[in-house]
Protein backbone atom coordinates (compact mmCIF):
# COMPACT_ATOMS: atom_id res chain seq x y z
CA UNK A 1 0.00 0.00 0.00
CA UNK A 2 1.23 3.62 -1.00
CA UNK A 3 1.73 6.64 1.63
CA UNK A 4 -1.30 8.17 -0.53
CA UNK A 5 -3.56 5.29 -0.66
CA UNK A 6 -6.86 6.52 -0.22
CA UNK A 7 -9.62 4.70 1.70
CA UNK A 8 -13.69 5.00 0.28
CA UNK A 9 -16.59 3.54 2.25
CA UNK A 10 -19.26 3.27 0.47
CA UNK A 11 -22.68 4.37 2.41
CA UNK A 12 -26.23 2.37 0.57
CA UNK A 13 -28.98 1.12 1.44
CA UNK A 14 -30.65 -1.08 -1.27
CA UNK A 15 -29.85 -3.35 -4.22
CA UNK A 16 -26.34 -2.16 -4.42
CA UNK A 17 -25.40 -2.90 -8.37
CA UNK A 18 -23.30 1.16 -7.60
CA UNK A 19 -21.77 -0.37 -4.68
CA UNK A 20 -20.57 -3.72 -6.44
CA UNK A 21 -19.63 -1.75 -9.65
CA UNK A 22 -17.20 0.41 -7.43
CA UNK A 23 -15.88 -2.49 -5.84
CA UNK A 24 -14.91 -4.17 -8.49
CA UNK A 25 -13.26 -1.48 -10.27
CA UNK A 26 -11.08 -0.08 -7.46
CA UNK A 27 -10.25 -3.12 -5.44
CA UNK A 28 -10.12 -6.05 -7.94
CA UNK A 29 -7.59 -7.37 -10.49
CA UNK A 30 -4.59 -4.78 -11.04
CA UNK A 31 -6.00 -3.10 -14.26
CA UNK A 32 -6.77 -0.12 -12.02
CA UNK A 33 -3.69 0.90 -10.03
CA UNK A 34 -5.11 4.23 -8.95
CA UNK A 35 -4.22 4.07 -5.04
CA UNK A 36 -7.66 4.02 -3.97
CA UNK A 37 -9.27 1.15 -2.33
CA UNK A 38 -13.04 0.52 -0.73
CA UNK A 39 -12.56 -0.33 3.07
CA UNK A 40 -16.03 -0.42 4.02
CA UNK A 41 -19.21 -0.61 3.22
CA UNK A 42 -22.13 0.95 5.19
CA UNK A 43 -25.58 0.07 4.80
CA UNK A 44 -28.74 1.25 6.64
CA UNK A 45 -30.91 -1.59 6.44
CA UNK A 46 -30.24 -5.38 7.81
CA UNK A 47 -31.88 -6.29 4.35
CA UNK A 48 -30.03 -4.34 2.11
CA UNK A 49 -28.81 -7.11 -0.86
CA UNK A 50 -25.39 -4.29 -1.31
CA UNK A 51 -24.98 -6.48 2.32
CA UNK A 52 -24.52 -10.05 0.64
CA UNK A 53 -23.00 -8.22 -2.57
CA UNK A 54 -20.05 -6.43 -0.35
CA UNK A 55 -19.61 -10.09 1.47
CA UNK A 56 -18.78 -11.86 -1.46
CA UNK A 57 -16.51 -9.13 -3.07
CA UNK A 58 -14.79 -9.32 0.65
CA UNK A 59 -15.61 -5.54 1.71
CA UNK A 60 -16.40 -5.44 5.38
CA UNK A 61 -19.95 -4.46 5.89
CA UNK A 62 -21.46 -2.59 8.80
CA UNK A 63 -25.20 -1.69 9.42
CA UNK A 64 -26.00 1.11 11.12
CA UNK A 65 -29.12 2.68 11.87
CA UNK A 66 -30.40 6.23 11.73
CA UNK A 67 -29.60 6.90 15.68
CA UNK A 68 -25.80 6.07 14.96
CA UNK A 69 -25.48 7.92 11.39
CA UNK A 70 -26.36 11.26 13.74
CA UNK A 71 -23.89 10.31 16.58
CA UNK A 72 -20.30 12.18 16.17
CA UNK A 73 -19.59 9.76 18.91
CA UNK A 74 -20.58 6.47 16.71
CA UNK A 75 -20.04 7.16 13.23
CA UNK A 76 -16.59 9.39 13.44
CA UNK A 77 -14.82 6.25 15.41
CA UNK A 78 -16.18 4.01 12.71
CA UNK A 79 -14.85 5.94 10.11
CA UNK A 80 -11.47 6.68 11.66
CA UNK A 81 -11.27 2.64 12.39
CA UNK A 82 -11.81 1.63 8.77
CA UNK A 83 -9.45 4.44 7.45
CA UNK A 84 -12.11 6.20 5.76
CA UNK A 85 -11.16 9.56 3.40
CA UNK A 86 -13.84 9.55 1.08
CA UNK A 87 -17.29 8.53 1.31
CA UNK A 88 -19.45 7.96 -2.00
CA UNK A 89 -23.62 7.88 -1.88
CA UNK A 90 -24.90 5.11 -3.67
CA UNK A 91 -28.38 4.55 -3.20
CA UNK A 92 -28.25 6.12 0.26
CA UNK A 93 -31.64 6.78 2.21
CA UNK A 94 -30.74 8.53 4.69
CA UNK A 95 -29.93 12.35 5.37
CA UNK A 96 -26.15 13.04 5.61
CA UNK A 97 -25.64 15.15 9.30
CA UNK A 98 -24.06 18.52 9.30
CA UNK A 99 -21.15 17.32 11.16
CA UNK A 100 -20.33 14.95 8.67
CA UNK A 101 -20.64 16.61 5.80
CA UNK A 102 -17.91 19.14 7.47
CA UNK A 103 -15.87 16.64 9.20
CA UNK A 104 -15.47 15.60 5.20
CA UNK A 105 -15.32 18.53 3.12
CA UNK A 106 -16.12 17.82 -0.80
CA UNK A 107 -14.97 14.12 0.18
CA UNK A 108 -18.52 13.24 -0.01
CA UNK A 109 -19.93 12.23 -3.38
CA UNK A 110 -23.67 11.39 -4.22
CA UNK A 111 -25.02 10.01 -7.35
CA UNK A 112 -28.58 10.99 -8.34
CA UNK A 113 -30.70 9.19 -10.96
CA UNK A 114 -31.88 12.94 -12.69
CA UNK A 115 -30.43 15.84 -14.51
CA UNK A 116 -29.99 17.83 -11.15
CA UNK A 117 -31.64 20.22 -10.44
CA UNK A 118 -34.71 18.52 -11.85
CA UNK A 119 -36.02 16.16 -10.18
CA UNK A 120 -34.30 16.19 -6.92
CA UNK A 121 -35.13 16.95 -3.11
CA UNK A 122 -36.47 14.78 -0.31
CA UNK A 123 -38.05 11.62 -1.55
CA UNK A 124 -36.74 11.18 -4.69
CA UNK A 125 -34.72 8.24 -5.03
CA UNK A 126 -34.37 5.64 -7.74
CA UNK A 127 -37.82 4.89 -9.00
CA UNK A 128 -39.37 7.56 -7.80
CA UNK A 129 -37.17 9.92 -9.64
CA UNK A 130 -37.64 8.04 -13.23
CA UNK A 131 -41.41 8.13 -12.35
CA UNK A 132 -41.34 11.39 -11.92
CA UNK A 133 -39.53 11.91 -15.36
CA UNK A 134 -41.74 10.11 -17.09
CA UNK A 135 -44.85 12.23 -16.29
CA UNK A 136 -42.82 15.63 -16.33
CA UNK A 137 -42.79 14.65 -20.09
CA UNK A 138 -38.96 15.05 -20.15
CA UNK A 139 -37.24 13.91 -23.42
CA UNK A 140 -34.25 13.60 -21.53
CA UNK A 141 -33.11 12.42 -18.24
CA UNK A 142 -29.42 10.83 -16.99
CA UNK A 143 -27.20 10.85 -14.33
CA UNK A 144 -25.63 13.66 -11.75
CA UNK A 145 -22.62 12.83 -10.08
CA UNK A 146 -21.96 15.57 -7.01
CA UNK A 147 -20.43 16.70 -3.85
CA UNK A 148 -23.00 16.37 -0.62
CA UNK A 149 -23.13 20.19 0.91
CA UNK A 150 -25.68 20.60 3.40
CA UNK A 151 -28.46 21.57 1.00
CA UNK A 152 -29.90 18.25 -0.03
CA UNK A 153 -29.17 17.35 -3.83
CA UNK A 154 -27.63 20.91 -4.48
CA UNK A 155 -23.97 20.50 -3.82
CA UNK A 156 -21.28 21.69 -6.65
CA UNK A 157 -21.82 19.15 -10.02
CA UNK A 158 -18.84 16.73 -10.45
CA UNK A 159 -20.24 15.40 -13.88
CA UNK A 160 -23.56 14.86 -15.83
CA UNK A 161 -24.52 13.08 -18.70
CA UNK A 162 -27.84 12.27 -20.53
CA UNK A 163 -29.77 9.75 -22.56
CA UNK A 164 -33.25 10.20 -24.52
CA UNK A 165 -36.77 9.42 -23.16
CA UNK A 166 -38.11 7.85 -25.87
CA UNK A 167 -42.03 7.88 -26.48
CA UNK A 168 -43.22 4.82 -25.26
CA UNK A 169 -40.53 4.41 -22.32
CA UNK A 170 -41.70 2.69 -19.14
CA UNK A 171 -40.28 3.88 -15.54
CA UNK A 172 -38.54 0.48 -16.29
CA UNK A 173 -36.86 1.49 -19.32
CA UNK A 174 -35.83 5.01 -18.08
CA UNK A 175 -34.23 2.87 -14.92
CA UNK A 176 -32.38 0.44 -17.50
CA UNK A 177 -31.04 3.20 -19.62
CA UNK A 178 -30.02 5.08 -16.49
CA UNK A 179 -28.43 2.20 -14.41
CA UNK A 180 -26.40 1.55 -18.02
CA UNK A 181 -24.91 5.30 -17.02
CA UNK A 182 -24.19 4.69 -13.55
CA UNK A 183 -22.32 1.02 -14.55
CA UNK A 184 -20.40 3.12 -17.33
CA UNK A 185 -19.24 6.46 -14.95
CA UNK A 186 -19.39 6.33 -11.84
CA UNK A 187 -16.12 4.47 -10.90
CA UNK A 188 -14.30 6.26 -13.19
CA UNK A 189 -15.75 9.87 -12.07
CA UNK A 190 -14.55 8.90 -8.35
CA UNK A 191 -11.16 7.92 -9.70
CA UNK A 192 -10.88 11.62 -11.70
CA UNK A 193 -12.32 13.19 -8.74
CA UNK A 194 -9.97 12.61 -6.06
CA UNK A 195 -6.63 10.87 -8.06
CA UNK A 196 -3.69 12.88 -7.03
C1 LIG B 1 -29.20 4.39 -8.11
O1 LIG B 1 -29.93 4.54 -9.29
C2 LIG B 1 -28.84 5.76 -7.56
O2 LIG B 1 -28.61 6.70 -8.56
C3 LIG B 1 -30.09 6.10 -6.78
O3 LIG B 1 -30.45 4.90 -6.16
C4 LIG B 1 -30.11 3.81 -7.02
C5 LIG B 1 -29.41 2.75 -6.19
O4 LIG B 1 -29.23 1.58 -6.93
N1 LIG B 1 -29.87 7.15 -5.84
C6 LIG B 1 -30.80 8.06 -5.54
O5 LIG B 1 -31.92 8.02 -5.99
C7 LIG B 1 -30.36 9.15 -4.57
N2 LIG B 1 -31.39 10.13 -4.40
P1 LIG B 1 -28.19 0.47 -6.48
O6 LIG B 1 -28.47 0.16 -5.01
O7 LIG B 1 -28.47 -0.69 -7.34
O8 LIG B 1 -26.82 1.04 -6.67
Known sequence: MSAHQLNIAIFASGNGTNAE???????????????????????????????????????????????TLNDPDLILPLLRQYGVDVIILAGFLMMIPQFLIRRYPEKIINIHPSLLPRHGGKGMYGRNVHEAVLR???????????????????????????????????????????????????????????AS
Do not use: C, W
Open 136 to 194: SGDTRTGITIHFVSEEYDRGRIIFQTSVDVEPGDTVDDIGSKVQLLEQQHFPRVIHETF
Open 21 to 67: NIIRYFNTGDSHPSGMTVSLVVASRPDAYVIERARRLGVPVRVIDRA
